[in-house]
């Protein structure tokens, strides 16, 4: 696998339809694998480091595709954009290997974990296309209510700027870009410093089957470069999935983020909350594999787990058990779960949580076994029990493969915290008794987007709605919602009449936007 070592070269420029290379400055992206030779990190390619003025360029081209809705993709019917994206796909699919290797690299995904990205981004698309033509058979005809008729499209909103994440940088990416597009907006992604390599990839994809400008990437410092393009006033639709410190920033720079249609996936620290009557085998194998899965490096990982006090015992030793199990390598290797750390400073942030909970009266519970040890950027899942509010394990989502486990006595306690904490994206109840659990039902309903019962805290299936309460999440991403969120109604109506409803008859067939499929 070695010598399969990918080398993209990123220093390129992808903006009104262009793909050239860029005569600016360019950064360096290296891989946590130590590359034999050197002994130093692996360097993979290098991405343009844009500055402001080359950022502005590329909403500046998006805005002239979009033009007002007046552009040739806005203008477009749903079926030509549809076959532009489906083109897109092909062409996508055609570089699959590459893409797989440079995840594997890049940001250390295991294989299987690396290919599941790319497979299930291209399902998502094709999903996301046959709810475009499930929304037209369901909502495409003519409404009649007190003597006027109505027919609802939906229509795009605009410019989009979309900002990728590290960790899932295809799929969730793709998650909110791809339904933006399919919708008639134009868009503007801002790549990942880490995991930005795969988007590398796409740029002929897009430049060969989109009109110009339609989709544009920009790469570099966030800093540098996002508030210069909000600053503009050009973007429309501001789609995040990162951090809520700095949401808050990029949309401040807007001139009017009012009218910003805005999609953010934020932060999480889901719990995990083991009843006191839970299968404490199914207990212990769905939270190691929700908090460890891809390192704990998700959103939607279990962050936090709380075990009634009463099977605290039974509960730490089967689950010291089930990450005991769980293989420590490279991403390529066989029977591997745990890779190394992408994050340059994701070790030294994980170890001073470590060094801060030990200090408060934790320990590390499965020490004997290699927790916590450090291998480069690799690190070996660490079990720290007991944890109390006083640590910062307790409220900080450490996006790592550190567990923190706390005891509660009584539902109080569980509803304390719920009350207390800034986030609310998914719980995980563990439990053989529904009556029991129903409180905690009740009190979760209100405080996250999804409870999962004996199941591991996720995303997927896709067709689900994926939601958040509170800095956790602002809009449900979902097949069906994502269309939505990127669009809005629009209504063509008329007074009952002859005369109006032939004019509109002649109209639907005439017209682009009313002619559907």
């Given at each position: 696998m070695y010598k399969r070592r990918p080398y993209v070269d990123g220093k390129v420029s992808f903006v009104g339809g262009v793909v050239e290379e860029f005569g600016g400055r360019s950064i360096d992206v290296s891989s946590p694998i130590v590359d034999e030779a050197t002994g130093e990190r692996a360097v993979l390619g290098r991405l343009s480091d844009m500055d402001p003025e080359h950022a502005v360029s590329a909403v500046q081209a998006a805005a002239r595709a979009w033009n007002r809705g007046q552009g040739a993709w806005p203008q477009m019917s749903q079926l030509e954009r549809i076959q532009a994206i489906e083109s897109v796909v092909r062409a996508l699919r055609e570089r699959r290997q590459e893409i797989v290797d440079v995840l594997m690299w890049e940001i250390c995904k295991t294989t299987k974990d690396a290919e599941k990205e790319f497979d299930r981004t291209m399902q998502f698309i094709e999903a996301s296309i046959e709810e475009l033509r499930e929304q037209?058979?369901?909502?495409?005809?003519?409404?009649?209510?007190?003597?006027?008729?109505?027919?609802?499209?939906?229509?795009?909103?605009?410019v989009m700027l979309a900002l990728a994440p590290f960790n899932y940088p295809f799929n969730e990416a793709y998650a909110t870009f791809i339904p933006a597009l399919l919708m008639?907006?134009?868009?503007?992604?801002?790549?990942?410093?880490?995991?930005?390599?795969?988007?590398?990839?796409?740029?002929?994809?897009?430049?060969?089957?989109?009109?110009?400008?339609v989709v544009n990437f920009v790469s570099g410092s966030g800093?540098?470069?996002m508030g210069p393009i909000m600053a503009t006033g050009l973007v429309d639709i501001f789609a995040f999935i990162g951090g809520s410190k700095a949401a808050d920033a990029i949309l401040k720079a807007h001139p009017a983020p009012h009218r910003v249609k805005t999609f953010l996936q934020l932060e999480g620290k889901n719990l995990g909350i083991v009843t006191p009557d839970a299968d404490i085998e199914v207990?212990?194998?769905?939270?190691?594999?929700?908090?460890?899965?891809?390192?704990?490096?998700?959103?939607?990982?279990i962050k936090l787990v709380l075990v009634h006090e009463s099977v605290k015992d039974e509960f730490l030793k089967a689950f010291k058990e089930k990450i005991a199990e769980l293989g420590v390598g490279l991403p390529w290797e066989s029977g591997v779960k745990i890779t190394p750390l992408p994050e340059p400073k994701k070790p030294a942030y994980l170890e001073e949580l470590l060094a801060d909970a030990i200090e408060r009266g934790a320990?590390?519970?499965?020490?004997?076994?290699?927790?916590?040890?450090?291998?480069?950027?690799?690190?070996?899942?660490?079990?720290?029990?007991?944890?109390?509010?006083?640590?910062?394990?307790?409220?900080?989502?450490?996006?790592?493969?550190v567990i923190p486990i706390a005891t509660y006595a009584s539902n109080d306690e569980i509803f304390e915290y719920l009350r207390e904490t800034p986030f609310g994206q998914q719980a995980a109840i563990f439990t053989t008794s529904g009556e029991s659990t129903a409180p905690l039902i009740d009190a979760l309903s209100t405080a996250v987007g999804r409870i999962n019962i004996n199941t591991q805290c996720s995303r997927g299936p896709?067709?689900?709605?994926?939601?958040?309460?509170?800095?956790?999440?602002?809009?449900?991403m979902s097949v069906k919602e994502a269309l939505k969120a990127f669009s809005i109604e629009t209504l063509l109506a008329y007074k009952d009449g002859t005369l109006n409803q032939q004019v509109a008859a002649s109209a639907e067939g005439a017209s682009s936007f009313f002619r559907g499929f």
């Open positions: 037209e058979r369901r909502e495409g005809g003519w409404t009649r209510t007190s003597g006027t008729a109505g027919r609802v499209r939906r229509s795009p909103v605009g008639g907006n134009t868009a503007v992604m801002k790549l990942p410093a880490i995991g930005g390599l795969a988007h590398i990839l796409t740029m002929e994809a897009f430049s060969e089957n989109m009109p110009p400008g800093r540098k470069t207990a212990a194998r769905e939270v190691a594999l929700g908090a460890t899965s891809y390192n704990g490096q998700r959103c939607t990982a320990s590390i519970i499965n020490a004997d076994q290699g927790g916590g040890k450090l291998a480069g950027a690799l690190m070996t899942p660490a079990v720290v029990y007991p944890v109390d509010k006083s640590m910062r394990l307790w409220s900080e989502e450490q996006f790592g493969p896709d067709n689900f709605p994926f939601s958040g309460r509170r800095s956790s999440a602002l809009g449900t």
